[in-house]
């Protein structure tokens, strides 16, 4: 289903993304303190942050993750579940161009 929902994204942001991969783990590290829910989560550099000699030398993928039990607990439905994927999908990848917490949220994400 996220490889579904990504796929469906607009090729502008797909095209641009680099160095990345998309996991899905069950639930958040246990012991994790936050506010709220976490649907997903967005590790690595951001895009405006890369310096020119980013990829000059071997760098791990960012990385963004997706909890399966949280997004499956706000879903009444199979369409409510893509619904919260693919609205948490594009909440991460928010983090990837850069993007704040209040940015993205102002976006509506």
């Known amino acids: 289903m996220v490889e579904e929902e990504y796929d469906l994204l607009p090729d502008l942001f797909r095209s641009t993304m680099e160095n990345i991969r998309i996991i899905v783990e069950d639930a958040p590290p246990a012991g994790r303190k936050i506010r709220g829910m976490l649907l997903g989560e967005y590790t690595g550099i951001p895009l405006p942050k890369?310096?020119?000699?980013?990829?000059?030398?071997?760098?791990?993928?960012?990385?963004?993750?997706?909890?399966?039990?949280?997004?499956?607990?706000?879903?009444?439905?199979?369409?409510?579940?893509r619904r919260h994927?693919?609205?948490?999908?594009?909440?991460?990848?928010?983090?990837?161009?850069?993007?704040?917490?209040?940015?993205?949220?102002?976006?509506?994400?």
Do not use: K, W
Request: charged content about 25%; proline content about 5%; cysteine-free.
């Open 50 to 81: 890369r310096g020119v000699d980013y990829g000059m030398y071997p760098v791990v993928p960012d990385t963004i993750t997706l909890y399966r039990q949280n997004l499956e607990a706000l879903a009444d439905a199979e369409p409510d579940l």
């Open 85 to 109: 994927v693919r609205e948490t999908l594009i909440h991460e990848i928010g983090h990837y161009f850069g993007m704040s917490e209040a940015e993205i949220r102002q976006a509506g994400y």
